[in-house]
């Protein structure tokens, strides 16, 4: 039964019951991510557990991208661990809520665009990675409490169990789609642990999960500019990370849906989300892909599904922590493996032998990052520097010049490609300044001036000219070079219907 219902959108459809089932499927996903990350971070289990809540609820109303499930993460917990063992947990929720705080101010200035400049290549990279750091974490479930690897039986009933998740959920869409094929594998498994009473790891092991309603909690820190110094580059981090996980989530889910999220009223979301979470006793998140795939996955589009699965969760912690508690680790972690088995980018692979080696480069080096490092805002900085340098590199090849001499014995240089800071060397080698004639033209009419690396050779390339005593004529300059350049009046033929407007980028503060 499809009817329209959305909490700001009346004209999505919405399906009720895929919206409500995908949501427990999600809800009974988060439990044991949340506690892991939260015990991460050197925190208590409802810690993660709280934020999961809060943050899923949150981003599911105010969000820019239906579908998709916010909740604590991996990527936060690895920022603010060092700061729960030198400060304590009330610095957490501080760090928490100056990071809203800055997400916010990124979403209102519209800083959410800035997406725009992570090329392709480090998406794939990004992605990939994440695939492998889903993987990895699952293999912890194949540990006793106390850190050793399982062994006989105890390993091989694992495997089984997790095989069969693995199993039912990439058969049973083959054969009917009434159901999450992820719920039906997790209550089948279930199911067959409780009725043959199968001794196996399951999440109770891991940690309680028992508590109350989220606790309003003001953090108790000094409001003192000694505190501002100690959380300011923590929060500063957990903002970055949060805001770029959190978007480059968004385009993924964009690419599987054909439809397209809002970036800037998801950071404000994932901001205001953050703020509540920390003064609710929660240790922050940001967008989790791999719920957010699960959630897709098994049809969910709106945002119901993910209202419903942090009111379920909730529902879990303060009501049915002893059942939730009693579920198998074998097969959540079934679960999880299928979703790194789908998030991975196979078509990646099978473009290596057509895609530039730079793009290639890039691609893996962020993967690597990723995978080994466990930062991601880190793996895509260090993609897009790299992707912007191999830019700059190609471009600098790009420029040239086309040389002849008129009737009237005038040399003119016909320069193509962008003058900027990575083409000066090769610009000015295409000069001959003491053979050259005593009248000299430069056409920018199919060139542009970059910035101001390009306006000082130009003025270092006109002085080479006036000491020779040559005369020089720049054409087709935007006004803004003109006005840049330190003798225009003397050098610049102005040809006012042709000349082009762009604006030179300076180093202004």
């Not at 810690?47 to 809060?54: K, N």
């Not at 790009?398 to 008129?406: G, H, L, N, V």
Request: one cysteine or more; a neutral charge; hydrophobic letters at 50%.
């Amino acid at each position: 039964m499809k009817k329209y219902f959305n909490l700001f959108d009346l004209s999505q459809k919405v399906n009720y019951r895929t919206e409500i089932l995908s949501g427990l499927t999600v809800a009974l996903a988060l439990v044991p991510e949340a506690v892991a990350f939260a015990l991460i971070a050197g925190l208590s289990p409802l810690t993660g557990l709280y934020a999961a809540f809060v943050m899923g609820l949150i981003t599911s109303i105010l969000g820019g991208r239906p579908g998709m499930i916010s909740g604590a993460t991996g990527a936060v917990a690895v920022v603010i661990v060092a700061l729960v063992q030198s400060h304590g947990v009330e610095y957490v929720f501080a760090t928490v809520i100056l990071a809203g705080l800055i997400q916010v101010t990124a979403g209102v200035l519209r800083l959410g665009k800035l997406m725009r400049l992570v090329p392709h290549p480090v998406i794939f990279g990004f992605v990939n990675g994440l695939a492998v750091i889903i993987f990895m974490s699952q293999l912890d479930s194949f540990k006793d409490t106390s850190g050793s690897w399982f062994g006989g039986e105890q390993l091989y009933v694992m495997l089984g169990l997790v095989l069969l998740t693995m199993v039912i959920i990439w058969g049973l869409p083959k054969l009917s789609k009434a159901l999450p094929a992820s719920l039906v594998a997790i209550l089948s498994v279930f199911g067959i642990v409780v009725a043959f009473g199968v001794d196996t790891k399951t999440v109770g092991d891991i940690a309680s999960i028992s508590g109350g309603f989220p606790p309003f909690h003001l953090p108790a820190v000094p409001f003192t500019w000694e505190t501002l110094v100690v959380i300011f580059p923590y929060a500063a981090i957990v903002a970055g990370v949060g805001l770029i996980e959190s978007l480059l989530t968004l385009n993924i889910v964009d690419e599987i849906t054909d439809t397209r999220g809002r970036g800037n009223k998801e950071a404000v979301a994932q901001g205001t989300a953050n703020i509540l979470s920390g003064v609710f006793s929660g240790m922050g998140g940001c967008a989790m892909i791999g719920q957010s795939l699960i959630n897709i996955s098994n049809g969910a589009r709106a945002r119901l599904s993910g209202i419903v699965a942090s009111v379920l969760l909730l529902v879990f912690i303060m009501f049915g922590a002893g059942l939730i508690e009693q579920l198998p680790i074998a097969a959540l972690t079934g679960l999880m493996i299928m979703v790194s088995i789908g998030t991975f980018e196979w078509a990646s692979l099978r473009t290596f032998n057509k895609m530039p080696r730079s793009d290639i480069f890039v691609m893996v080096m962020v993967t690597l990052v990723t995978v080994f490092l466990h930062n991601l805002a880190l793996a895509v900085i260090v993609g897009v520097i790299i992707s912007a340098l191999v830019f700059a590199w190609d471009n600098a090849k790009r420029i040239r010049a086309r040389k002849s001499i008129d009737e009237n014995g005038v040399k003119h240089y016909e320069i193509y490609g962008p003058l900027f800071f990575g083409s000066v060397i090769a610009f000015n080698e295409k000069f001959d300044i003491q053979n050259d004639p005593d009248e000299v033209i430069i056409d920018f009419q199919e060139s542009r001036v970059v910035d101001m690396s390009a306006i000082e050779a130009l003025n270092k390339l006109t002085e080479r000219y006036l000491k020779v005593g040559k005369k020089v004529h720049l054409k087709h300059l935007s006004p803004d070079c003109r006005q840049l350049l330190q003798n225009a009046d003397d050098l610049i033929d102005v040809n006012v219907m042709e000349d082009p407007t762009y604006k030179v980028a300076l180093d202004r503060f």
